[in-house]
């Protein structure tokens, strides 16, 4: 009797998830309707696992939105109204002209001019005696990524980082894709 009752609450407790992972809804795997909701550490991550990337890393961190250099430093704008929030990540060793970051907007009609003002105010030769040649910048809903390397280091990781985050956030295409090599000789 008791494998009698162990084996129909074993087959009730199957059908009841198999009824929880299954609401009929079009979903994406963050849960909700459309658009990636997952945080942006996670959207980092996810497109280093898509991308690897050889270089010494630190973690996914938060930028300052009130804060007039990271700002330019990171995100190349002169004002963080718009945006929710942004995420940075770069190389920890000085030498290496590397820098992903991704940014949420608050108002996704405003994502591809933020992206815009991005690409064009970012400077690629923030760093000192080293310049990330490559750039390309992505956006999708209200989602951002920019990613700059030194070409030396790796030279599509640009564009493979840009279409890392487009297969993490789930676009076919991205609303915006602007990219260039090479944008301030003579710095």
Not at 44 to 65: A, M, Q, R, V
Not at 106 to 131: L, S
Not at 160 to 168: N, P, Q
Request: proline share 3%; glycine share 8%.
């Amino acid at each position: 009797m008791k494998k009698v009752i162990v084996m129909s609450l074993t087959l009730l407790m199957m059908f009841a998830l198999a009824a929880c992972g299954s609401n009929g809804s079009n979903q994406d795997s963050s849960g909700t309707e459309g658009g990636y909701s997952g945080s942006l550490p996670d959207l980092i991550n996810s497109i280093y696992e898509k991308k690897p990337i050889d270089l010494t890393l630190g973690e996914p961190t938060e930028i300052n939105l009130t804060d007039a250099y990271e700002l330019k430093h990171y995100l190349g704008l002169e004002d963080g109204s718009k945006l929710k929030e942004a995420y940075f990540s770069e190389s920890m060793i000085g030498s290496h002209a590397y820098s992903l970051v991704v940014a949420r907007v608050n108002d996704p009609a405003d994502t591809a001019a933020v992206a815009q003002t991005m690409f064009d105010g970012i400077n690629q030769a923030k760093w000192v005696c080293v310049m990330a040649d490559s750039l390309a910048v992505g956006a999708y809903d209200d989602l951002i990524v920019l990613a700059m390397i030194n070409s030396e280091l790796d030279a599509t990781a640009h564009i493979d980082l840009r279409d890392a985050f487009a297969s993490v956030v789930g676009a076919d295409t991205l609303d915006v894709s602007l990219d260039r090599v090479n944008p301030n000789e003579g710095i």
